[in-house]
């Protein structure tokens, strides 16, 4: 399985990309995971990556794009992997198809949390609290949501257009949305 995991900061997408990566078996690549352990090492990555993430804005493409091609070339990820929070814009999704294309492979599903607006300030207000993220203050939270909408929510139409979007209502109990997504997903196992 060939897998990305979408919807805005908040929607609970690492939480559900933990549970769908064991299910199937596959490694859940977090670009979000991946730069924030390069921050707290102190690469010359994780400095670079700060720099935006601090803000709310997006790293610059040409050093994500090789940081997940580096990624998807380990030998864990050759029998397939979910992505969380890749690709984030029109030049990744390009990247990622070149990617994918090279593996003699294909792309089977993008995941689409669709959640409650207000509820996700919530969500990330106290996930702010609960793991002291850098970027979770309010004015950070609503730059990032905002770059998602300019940046990342046109992304779902280009995997739309291609019949890959499965949209799953993330709001609610944590448990409650696995199992949607394992349902849809069973759907596209058994095709
Ligand atoms: P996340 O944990 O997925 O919300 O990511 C946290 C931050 O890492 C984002 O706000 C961006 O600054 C950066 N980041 C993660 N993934 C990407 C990506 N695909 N493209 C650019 N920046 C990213």
Redesign the pocket.
Same mark, same amino acid.
């Given at each position: 399985m060939r897998l990305i995991i979408m919807g805005p900061?908040g929607a609970g997408?690492?939480t559900q990309a933990k549970f769908i990566a064991e299910h199937f078996e596959i490694p859940a690549i977090?670009?979000?995971?991946i730069?924030?352990a390069n921050v707290s090492q102190g690469t010359p990555l994780g400095v670079e990556?700060a720099s935006?993430?601090d803000k709310?804005?997006?790293?610059?493409?040409s050093i994500?794009n090789l940081m !997940?091609r580096n990624r998807i070339d380990e030998p864990d990820a050759a029998q397939g992997f979910l992505l969380?929070?890749?690709?984030?814009?029109l030049a990744?999704v390009e990247e990622l198809d070149g990617m994918i294309k090279y593996t003699g492979h294909a792309l089977d599903a993008v995941v689409v949390l669709t959640v409650d607006k207000d509820e996700i300030v919530q969500r990330l207000l106290q996930r702010a609290e609960l793991e002291g993220r850098a970027?979770d203050t309010e004015d950070v939270i609503r730059r990032?949501q905002e !770059?998602y909408l300019e940046e990342t929510a046109p992304l779902i139409e280009v995997y739309k257009g291609r019949g890959l979007v499965h949209e799953i209502d993330g709001m609610g109990d944590v448990g409650d949305v696995t199992k949607r997504i394992f349902d849809e997903l069973d759907i596209v196992t058994e095709s």
């Open positions: 900061p997408k690492g977090s670009t979000g995971d730069f924030r990556a935006y993430m709310g804005e997006y790293v610059p493409d994500t !997940v969380d929070g890749y690709p984030r814009t990744q970027d990032r !770059v």
